[in-house]
């Protein structure tokens, strides 16, 4: 079974309780299943309404913990090009902050 939009799902469990509202002098034996029906479409209305919310919020903080990376990361270049200031670039004390330091390329061995 294809899946199915929840707008689709939900306008056509609405033309459901439509039609059984409508007829419920006939359809008495479904008076439970039409409560059911419309609990039911109240429930998965609210629920909507909550994943919408929660998806605004999700985005917001998406966009929030981004710029706050960006800044961290703005600021984490400065730090570290002022301690190979301070240090240099090749000293070893550079690795404590997790810097790797400048270390100069060995010969290579001629191959033979």
Avoid at 63 to 85: I, T
Avoid at 86 to 98: D, P, R, T
Wanted: hydrophobic share 40%; charged share 25%.
């Amino acid at each position: 079974m294809p899946k199915q939009a929840f707008a689709e799902r939900m306008a056509r469990w609405g033309l459901l309780k439509q039609g059984l509202d409508a007829n419920a002098a006939d359809l008495t034996f479904l008076a439970t299943e039409c409560d059911q029906i419309a609990a039911l479409a109240a429930n998965l209305a609210a629920l909507e309404a909550q994943q919408a919310a929660l998806k605004a919020q999700t985005q917001q903080v998406t966009q929030a913990l981004y710029g706050k990376m960006d800044q961290m990361s703005e600021l984490e270049s400065r730090v570290r090009f002022s301690l190979k200031g301070k240090y240099g670039a090749k000293n070893e004390k550079l690795e404590e902050f997790g810097i790797k330091p400048h270390r100069p390329r060995t010969a290579r061995k001629p191959a033979g």
